[in-house]
């Protein structure tokens, strides 16, 4: 099936520092990727859509300037968070729809990658 | 804007049904999903209903649908220890659409 990777795993960084979350679909291209960010024993919310070859649409409340989005390819989407703060602190998840790839639903269906966790100090 | 609301515990016993229950607001969702997360990990799609379903099952899980009502409920059958996770049910409005979560229900199963 559809894969979906991130990259790294996990991140520790300090206070005033930038950190770059890659996400790839690994067998399928996504013209569209999605950004969510979920808090402790919090749901997920949606930051961003990020589009290959165009700018990011972004929900309300979520800064452009601080989370940097580049759909570079139709196989890699990044998250900058610039600046990062303790309060940037949380689990980071892509997602990505599959297209014919994902089978009967089609674009119905996102596969999520395994997350990011940052930590900033 | 869009909501998804969910209880926030259940626990039962090994061997016993749950279910777990959902509300949206969304005036018409083309899919509505569960996906399971276990501690530290991402996200698993367990099922998926389409809306002009009413039910649907997959081995020990059974979704309903209620459209009138907004309700989606997802029943797990023979409940065992490996199913302790959060549940969360999402819907979609559209193809190529962001999947909006609800809050997350918390399964304790007791041996």
């Known amino acids: 099936g559809a894969v979906v990777s991130q990259h790294p795993s996990w991140v520790i960084c300090k206070s005033g520092t930038s950190v770059k979350i890659e996400c790839r679909s690994l067998?399928?291209?996504?013209?569209?990727m999605f950004w969510y960010r979920q808090f402790p024993k919090q749901s997920l919310m949606l930051m961003a859509t990020?589009?290959?070859?165009?700018?990011?649409?972004?929900e309300q409340g979520v800064e452009k300037d601080k989370f940097l989005i580049n759909h570079a390819s139709l196989t890699l989407s990044t998250l900058t968070v610039t600046s990062a703060h303790p309060e940037d602190s949380s689990f980071y998840i892509c997602?990505?729809?599959?297209?014919?790839?994902?089978?009967?639903?089609?674009?119905?269906?996102?596969?999520f990658g395994p997350g990011t966790r940052l930590t900033v100090l | 804007g869009e909501d998804v609301e969910q209880s926030l515990f259940l626990s039962v016993r090994e061997g016993d049904s749950s279910v777990i229950n959902c509300t949206y607001t969304?005036?018409?969702?083309?899919?509505l999903y569960w996906y399971k997360q276990e501690p530290g990990a991402g996200l698993q799609l367990l099922t998926y209903?389409?809306?002009?379903?009413d039910m649907k099952q997959d081995q020990r899980l059974t979704v309903l649908l209620n459209k009138k009502d907004k309700h989606l409920s997802l029943r797990i059958a023979d409940t065992q220890t490996g199913d302790s996770a959060i549940y969360f049910c999402?819907?979609?409005?559209?193809?190529?659409?962001?999947?909006?979560f609800g809050t997350g229900t918390k399964l304790q199963v007791i041996p």
């Open positions: 997602s990505a729809p599959t297209g014919s790839v994902g089978g009967a639903l089609g674009g119905n269906e996102q596969f």
């Open positions: 067998d399928f291209q996504a013209t569209t």
């Open positions: 990020s589009n290959e070859g165009s700018k990011a649409t972004y």
């Open positions: 969304d005036s018409s969702p083309t899919y």
């Open positions: 209903i389409f809306s002009n379903m």
């Open positions: 999402a819907d979609t409005l559209g193809s190529y659409q962001k999947v909006t």
